[in-house]
């Protein structure tokens, strides 16, 4: 029903920046919460921020002040700005869509790969 497509990962440069964006089909994206994840190899995968349907945001502490999401509901998309990277901010990157908080319970991306190294 729900279709969500990543883009933007890449290769770069610590103290680089990167842009995400999830393109997501359907007809009642306003009312979706939008979450962005990411899973190193070898661990879990962690919530790195979302942003509800009314607008508000949250961020993990890891990301906090150097990451921010936004969405343009009007396109469908949600973005992730990622500016100051670090080696550890290296992972695959996924978008979560739907009506629930329970993300496990929404739409996910195939996932973007972004890697931080020199």
């Known amino acids: 029903q729900v279709q969500l497509v990543e883009s933007g990962g890449g290769l770069v440069q610590p103290g680089g920046s990167l842009r995400l964006s999830c393109a997501a089909s359907?007809?009642?994206?306003?009312?979706?919460?939008m979450g962005w994840f990411r899973q190193a190899p070898g661990k879990q995968r962690e919530l790195v921020a979302f942003?509800?349907?009314?607008?508000?945001?949250n961020y993990a502490d890891s990301v906090k002040d150097r990451f921010t999401i936004s969405r343009e509901n009007a396109k469908n998309t949600v973005h992730l700005q990622m500016n100051s990277l670090l080696p550890e901010d290296t992972a695959v990157y996924y978008c979560?869509?739907?009506?629930?908080?329970?993300?496990?319970?929404?739409?996910w991306g195939q996932g973007t790969q972004v890697t931080v190294s020199s």
């Open positions: 942003i509800d349907s009314g607008g508000s945001t």
């Open positions: 359907g007809s009642i994206f306003r009312v979706y919460n």
């Open positions: 979560n869509a739907g009506p629930s908080t329970a993300w496990n319970t929404n739409y």
